[in-house]
């Protein structure tokens, strides 16, 4: 399967997910990704950037094809850890097809 030329997966000649629908459901779900940042920050309180991913958002509500774009973090662990709080999102079932979104959180202490 080909990206069409915004970058987006279509397949079966079904419409992709709605982008807005997609934002709620990450915005809802990072306060886990933000819980780990947070708990970095007590031994990093330096610790701020970027955290740019790439996710799949499939039929069922399941992510795949989930990778790290690019961190300022420079720290994998908690990037790993991170990326797996994103992998458990459950977006929901829905007659469309696989549909690619790319995100970015800013992390800045607070």
Do not use: C
């Amino acid at each position: 399967d080909l990206p069409d030329e915004g970058g987006e997966w279509t397949e079966g000649g079904l419409g992709r997910r709605d982008m807005e629908s997609i934002r709620r459901t990450i915005e809802n779900a990072k306060g886990q990704v933000y819980a780990l940042y947070a708990k970095a920050l007590r031994q990093h309180p330096d610790l701020n950037g970027k955290f740019i991913f790439e996710l799949v958002v499939e039929p069922d509500g399941n992510v795949t094809r989930l990778k790290l774009i690019q961190s300022d973090l420079g720290m994998r662990e908690l990037e790993q850890q991170m990326l797996a709080k994103i992998a458990a999102i459950q977006f929901g079932k829905e007659k469309a097809a696989p549909t690619r979104v790319q995100y970015t959180f800013v992390m800045i202490p607070s």
